[in-house]
Nanobody
């Protein structure tokens, strides 16, 4: 497994912004895909955004135009810039990595999650 550490969650008001970060640790050669998922209370975990190392991104319709995913391959870090947050964005946000190449093999991992709460 590749440990992932998320940060940047919190409580904000509608219309405000937050930036989430997720760092993958260890001796990593490459990470094919880094992304963010979220799970709201009583709902299933859903994709928010993913970004391939070659630059292809994918966004959920609900966040297109408001959220931007980016990554720093040298730092094995993925970011999620969230603008114009809405109460329906309230969820635990999970970082995900796919096909992480390490000395021990190739792995996929999930972070433990960071809470984003949007409320007036």
């Amino acid at each position: 497994q590749v440990p992932l550490v998320e940060s940047g969650g919190g409580l904000v008001r509608p219309g405000e912004s937050l930036t989430l970060s997720c760092v993958a640790s260890g001796t990593i050669f490459s990470i094919a895909v880094m992304g963010w998922y979220r799970q709201a209370p009583g709902k299933r975990r859903e994709l928010v955004a993913t970004l391939h190392k070659l630059g292809r991104s994918n966004y959920a319709d609900a966040v297109k135009g408001r959220f931007t995913i980016s990554r720093d391959n040298d730092k094995n870090t993925v970011y999620l810039q969230m603008n114009d947050l809405k109460p329906e964005d309230t969820a635990v946000y999970y970082c995900n990595t796919e096909r992480v190449a390490t000395e021990e093999g190739v792995f996929s991992s999930w972070g433990k999650g960071t809470l984003v709460a949007v409320s007036a």
